[in-house]
């Protein structure tokens, strides 16, 4: 697919049980992409198939943060309900020194799981 530039098409065939290994592929060969745009869109591919399809927002974050795209970065943030793993996202972003507005970061601190 790569070859016949349709990429895209990937996600008729991916699942819950081969969509970590597609992905850990497809974020490898980006680095071997022949021009910036194909690079991008590989790793917005990526991003899509944790965020959209999988709702692993950490793994999505990870891929945001190297995409660079702080829309992105913002709405994985924002999506997730959970909130260990709410707080697991703050601290990849503290990390790498990306800041958020007041009105992003709502998270709640719950003393039982701290």
Sequence with gaps: MIEVESLNEIKNFINENNYKK???YLLSISNYSADTDEYRSTLELVYNIYFE???KYIDAMRVAIKIGNPLYIKQTF???ED???KKQLAFILSNEGIF???EDTSI???TDTL
Excluded: A, R
């Design 22 to 24: 597609i992905c850990l």
């Design 53 to 55: 399809k999988f709702h």
């Design 78 to 80: 924002i999506k997730c």
């Design 83 to 85: 909130p260990v793993t």
């Design 100 to 102: 958020l507005d007041e």
């Design 108 to 110: 709640k601190l719950d």
